[in-house]
């Protein structure tokens, strides 16, 4: 499938992705297969290294410069053989699409490696809407790379999922009018996903509130933002820069992307 999409990307997507570089893929460690969700990622790995300038001298000046990192560990795709029997062969175009390339691996290599980006925004974990807005905003892709009708149905289901978990969501933490038992019978009646997959998604909204909201909402606030420019701008050029420009200004919130897209490109938002 990874060798797949690759060709279809080639073939059929009308922007400037840089090619998948050095992406491990490995199954889940035996440990965590009762835990994890069919497929994750992983990220790479960076090592501090100090400069050539500052191993050659402590100026005050020179121990001001940007620190240099090395990759001691690239990302990784993981896949759990413990949901192999029940995992849906129709999803695992839109899965990989989400968890590898172009979505975790392209957008956190992307940030990762960028000299440009501080490292406290790195590795923020306050930009959810950023990080997963993106990886389920590339989700749409699969409509785009020859997808057959049972790919089609594979994506429906992811964004109905998605859907229902932001109710889940706000129900159990906000408004407070499902308990775990309730949500569970809500997932079950209402998505295609098993009793494993049901009771770890659960788990995760009653124990990290809000994050589940931010698939959905953060696609919707890029796809918004995305979308303008490409109206704005019918250059083929900006077409297929406007992807990698996106993700070159790193996960700050949404509406600050929107701001410097719109200096860069002068026009009003």
Excluded at 14 to 23: E, L, Q, S, T
Excluded at 29 to 52: C, D, G, V
Excluded at 154 to 181: A, C, E, M, P, S
Aim: proline content about 5%; cysteine-free.
């Amino acid at each position: 499938m990874n060798k797949k999409i690759e060709k279809l990307f080639e073939k059929n997507i009308h922007f400037n992705f840089p090619p998948k570089n050095n992406m491990r893929i490995e199954l889940v460690p035996n440990y965590n297969q009762k835990f994890a969700p069919p497929a994750y990622y992983e990220n790479l790995r960076l090592k501090e290294t100090k400069s050539q300038s500052q191993t050659e001298s402590q100026s005050q000046t020179e121990s001001q410069s940007e620190p240099q990192y090395k990759v001691t560990q690239q990302g990784a795709y993981y896949i759990n053989p413990a949901l192999q029997d029940t995992f849906r062969k129709n999803e695992v175009k839109t899965l990989f699409l989400h968890e590898a390339y172009p979505g975790h691996h392209l957008e956190r290599d992307t940030v990762l490696l960028n000299p440009q980006i501080p490292l406290e925004l790195k590795y923020s974990s306050s930009n959810n809407a950023y990080v997963e807005g993106w990886a389920t905003y590339v989700e749409d892709f699969t409509l785009d790379i020859n997808p057959t009708m049972e790919e089609i149905i594979g994506k429906i289901n992811y964004d109905l999922f998605r859907t229902v978990r932001i109710v889940l969501d706000i129900g159990i933490n906000y408004y407070q009018i499902f308990d775990i038992k309730q949500s569970k019978n809500i997932m079950r009646k209402l998505t295609l996903m098993d009793k494993q997959d049901i009771d770890y998604e659960v788990i995760r909204y009653a124990s990290i509130p809000g994050q589940a909201t931010t698939y959905m909402l953060g696609k919707w606030e890029i796809e918004k933002i995305i979308n303008k420019y490409k109206r704005k701008n019918k250059e083929e050029k900006l077409n297929k820069n406007i992807l990698k420009d996106f993700l070159e200004i790193g996960p700050i919130s949404l509406e600050q992307i929107d701001e410097i897209l719109s200096n860069k490109y002068k026009f009003s938002t």
